[in-house]
């Protein structure tokens, strides 16, 4: 059965503290990995997507990669404004024609 | 306001009540959701349209469940007899026709939180 597992759980850093998430998963066939950033009451805003291991993407101080098993969300230098949930998901090739699955989430508190 | 709107935001009701809440994806997108998430949780699958076609429910969407996309535009979700285990925040998403070889993201609305009493 398809599995994605976020961690850390929580994740407290200083203003410009870097650091990474992780997000683990196991699909049958990976046809697309996402990230999305959710805030408080609002829904999930979609970030990345990545398709193929070695690939990378960046947004502002978000880098996002992917290995044959897991992903990384690196975020440098942070500040409060990216203290958010970060959920990953995954898309397999065996799902269904959108069905994706969502890990639980890794809560990330950036204090000034 | 072009992205996708949910109403209403917020619903309290007493057990055993029917509820019935509304999507409006983006007007482009011919593709629509429908998630559960719960605190600490991320979304979980419920339902997708593929224009006005139901094309897949989850397991998760039991008999009390019921989906509907008339014309391909809005969709509601209807759950009749709630239950305090159907509390939860009820989100919608779209996403466009996707081009060969590339996943399109699904872009989400801002949710619908259910309290059942």
């Known amino acids: 059965e398809d599995q994605v597992t976020q961690s850390p759980e929580a994740l407290r850093l200083q203003e410009g503290e870097s650091s990474s998430l992780n997000c683990s998963y196991t699909?049958?066939?990976?046809?697309?990995l996402f990230w999305y950033r959710q805030d408080p009451g609002k829904g999930p805003e979609f970030l990345f997507t990545?398709?193929?291991a070695g690939e990378e993407k960046e947004k502002e101080r978000l880098k996002a990669t992917l290995t044959k098993k897991e992903s990384f969300l690196h975020i440098t230098a942070p500040k409060p404004e990216d203290s958010a949930t970060y959920l990953c998901?995954?898309?397999?090739?065996?799902?269904?024609?959108?069905?994706?699955?969502f890990g639980s989430g890794t809560r990330l508190s950036i204090r000034p | 306001d072009t992205g996708v709107s949910q109403n209403p935001r917020h619903k309290i009701t007493k057990r055993g009540q029917n509820v019935t809440f509304r999507c409006d994806p983006i007007?482009?997108?011919?593709?629509l959701y429908w998630y559960r998430q719960t605190l600490g949780q991320g979304p979980e699958f419920l339902t997708y349209?593929?224009?006005?076609?139901?094309?897949?429910k989850s397991r998760l969407l039991s008999d009390r469940f019921s989906a509907e996309r008339p014309k391909g535009s809005f969709s509601t979700l209807e759950i009749q007899r709630t239950e305090q285990g159907d509390s939860a925040m009820y989100l919608c998403?779209?996403?466009?026709?996707?081009?060969?070889?590339?996943?399109?993201?699904?872009?989400f609305g801002p949710g619908t939180r259910l309290t059942v009493l």
């Open positions: 990545l398709y193929s």
């Open positions: 349209f593929q224009n006005e076609a139901q094309l897949e």
């Open positions: 998403a779209s996403s466009p026709k996707p081009l060969t070889g590339v996943l399109n993201e699904q872009f």
């Open positions: 998901a995954v898309r397999s090739g065996y799902s269904s024609a959108s069905k994706i699955i």
């Open positions: 007007s482009e997108h011919n593709r």
């Open positions: 699909v049958s066939g990976l046809r697309g």
